[in-house]
């Protein structure tokens, strides 16, 4: 079954860092350029940043450049999402996806849940 699992969300202080990971099932990560995007209440799922399958980055939110990055587990088959200096505007639904690096959501073949991240004090 192929499947795309996120975990690592939670309530973190603003300033503070988290680190989502990505784990794939049922596929090899390494043929594929992973997506994350996120989504925050009332408003639409938006791209903000891509690894492609040969480790090239492409960040789609400028507001993250800087404090956002992705890595890759070949061997664990998993993709992270180190976030740092973290601020309230990046409360967010956080998913990541399989497929092609592209800010357009139809370009990607497979989608993981989904996490929860909320910067709050």
């Known amino acids: 079954q192929v499947q795309l699992v996120e975990s690592g969300g939670g309530l973190v202080q603003p300033g503070g860092s988290l680190r989502l990971s990505c784990a794939a099932s049922?596929?090899?990560?390494?043929?594929?350029?992973i997506g994350w995007f996120r989504q925050a209440p009332g408003k639409e799922r938006e791209g903000v940043l891509c690894?492609?399958?040969?480790?090239?980055?492409?960040y789609y939110a400028d507001s993250v450049k800087g404090r956002f990055t992705i890595s890759r587990d070949n061997a664990k088959n998993t993709v992270y999402l180190q976030m740092n200096s973290l601020k309230p505007e990046d409360t967010a639904v956080y998913y990541c996806?399989?497929?092609?690096?592209?800010?357009?959501?139809?370009?990607?073949?497979?989608w993981g849940q989904g996490t929860q991240v909320t910067v709050s004090s």
């Open positions: 049922g596929f090899t990560l390494d043929y594929y350029a």
């Open positions: 690894i492609s399958s040969s480790d090239s980055m492409t």
């Open positions: 996806a399989a497929g092609l690096c592209s800010i357009v959501a139809g370009d990607y073949d497979y």
